[in-house]
């Protein structure tokens, strides 16, 4: 049963990425491809003040989303799991929350787009009421359009995980805290956070990984005017330019990797797998 395993992942995984990592030392002119042997590619990618500005971008759009979701994330889960008795209900309310993300993200994310413009929804029922007096043109093609696409496609990967966590965690442990003497915000940290670790980790990995690597949404919701390192691989596609665009997926990967390995030294998710 192994071999088929290793087979099929190194032909669809392993195999891919070598690729990738081969032709990322390969060079290019304006006209054509050459196999080659060189750091022309890396050298041009981590001495260009472009790039860092773009990895930089790709950080602060990853960080922001992370927080936003987590907080959702955690608040829903911690609702259904410690709030909601009936396991019916649960189990509704769970799937009601997967509706929105049957549909497919590009239509998700597009259809903010006439919520947030000038003449939207949003600017709309803000001036009917008296809020603003224009309307604001930082809804849309932004960092925070952005960032609001983000956190609404991948939310659900954080809720999903962190759930699952705390449908595990024993009640009685709870309620030995409470007959301790703890309060609920004293419970809530010093014992439902700690156990919900893995959860939080596993949704971390998922949201963080999925955001570096998007670029359809940066795109589409800042209006062109922004960028991140999945939309510097796609320009370099576009270009035809694939040894620059297979170094930089080379060091994003990388990128990602060191960052997986970092939240792995906090929490043992195995156990959870």
């Known amino acids: 049963m192994a071999a088929p395993l290793a087979v099929v992942l190194g032909l669809f995984l392993i195999l891919p990425i070598l690729t990738i990592v081969v032709v990322s030392f390969w060079g290019a002119t304006e ?66 929350c997967t509706i929105p993300f049957l549909t497919s993200n590009i239509i998700r994310m597009i259809s903010w787009i006439p919520f947030l413009g000038r003449e939207g929804i949003a600017n709309s029922a803000l001036l009917s009421w008296g809020v603003i007096d224009a309307p604001l043109d930082w809804l849309l093609f932004s960092d ?24 595990r965690i024993d009640r009685s442990l709870i309620e030995a805290a409470t007959d301790a003497g703890a309060s609920g915000w004293q419970t809530l940290w010093h014992v439902i956070v700690p156990l919900t670790k893995p959860g939080i980790m596993i949704g971390t990995i998922f949201v963080v990984t999925l955001v570096m690597g998007d670029f359809i949404t940066v795109r589409f919701m800042s209006g062109s ?33 060191l960052v997986i390995g970092v939240l792995l030294r906090f929490v043992d998710i195995r156990k959870e797998l």
């Open 144 to 167: 925070f359009s952005v960032i609001l696409a983000f956190v609404h496609l991948y939310t659900l990967f954080m809720v999903v995980p962190i759930f699952n966590t705390m449908m």
């Open 31 to 96: 006209f054509s491809i050459y196999p080659a042997f060189q750091f022309d590619n890396y050298a041009f990618l981590l001495t260009s003040e472009v790039t860092w500005r773009v990895f930089g971008n790709t950080f602060k759009y990853a960080a922001i989303t992370w927080v936003c979701t987590l907080l959702i994330g955690f608040t829903v889960a911690y609702y259904l799991a410690f709030h909601i008795r009936s396991l019916t209900w649960q189990v509704a309310l769970f799937l009601l």
């Open 225 to 257: 005017q922004s960028a991140n390192v999945g939309r510097l691989i796609s320009n370099d596609i576009g270009l035809l330019q694939y040894p620059s665009a297979s170094a930089t997926a080379v060091v994003l990967l990388i990128t990602v990797l």
